[in-house]
Nanobody, 121 residues
Framework: QVQLVESGGGLVQPGGSLRLSCAAS????????VGWYRQAPGKQRELVAT???????NYADSVKGRFTISRANAKKTVYLQMNSLKPEDKDVYYC???????????????WGQGTQVTVSS
């Protein structure tokens, strides 16, 4: 059973910072591409940032220069450092990952349960 658990969300003032973590647990052989997404009530989930197994990153235009995605493979954890936060960054943030459970199995896509980020004075 593979699980992704996000943490690090909370309330922060505009201009502040938060670091989100996405920890994978369970029977894991390899973690491939990982992404952070966010979703506001009534809106579609949107891509924030992705990182490949080789460390290549990609960002939504709205967060470039403010957010940084990174991964600690030994800890099976991916981070999202969010700086210069704006009220419009307020959303539920979700972690998404392609994970295989053995060398003979294909990767499956998993989602975490989400963590709330609120940016308000």
């Amino acid at each position: 059973q593979v699980q992704l658990v996000e943490s690090g969300g909370g309330l922060v003032q505009p201009g502040g910072s938060l670091r989100l973590s996405c920890a994978a647990s369970g029977s894991i052989f390899s973690i491939y591409d990982v992404g952070w997404y966010r979703q506001a009530p009534g809106k579609q989930r949107e891509l924030v940032a992705t990182i490949t197994s080789g460390g290549r990153t990609n960002y939504a235009d709205s967060v470039k220069g403010r957010f940084t995605i990174s991964r600690a493979n030994a800890k099976k954890t991916v981070y999202l450092q969010m700086n210069s936060l704006k009220p419009e960054d307020k959303d539920v943030y979700y972690c998404n990952a392609d994970i295989s459970t053995s060398r003979w199995s294909a990767g499956y896509n998993y989602w975490g349960q989400g963590t709330q980020v609120t940016v308000s004075s």
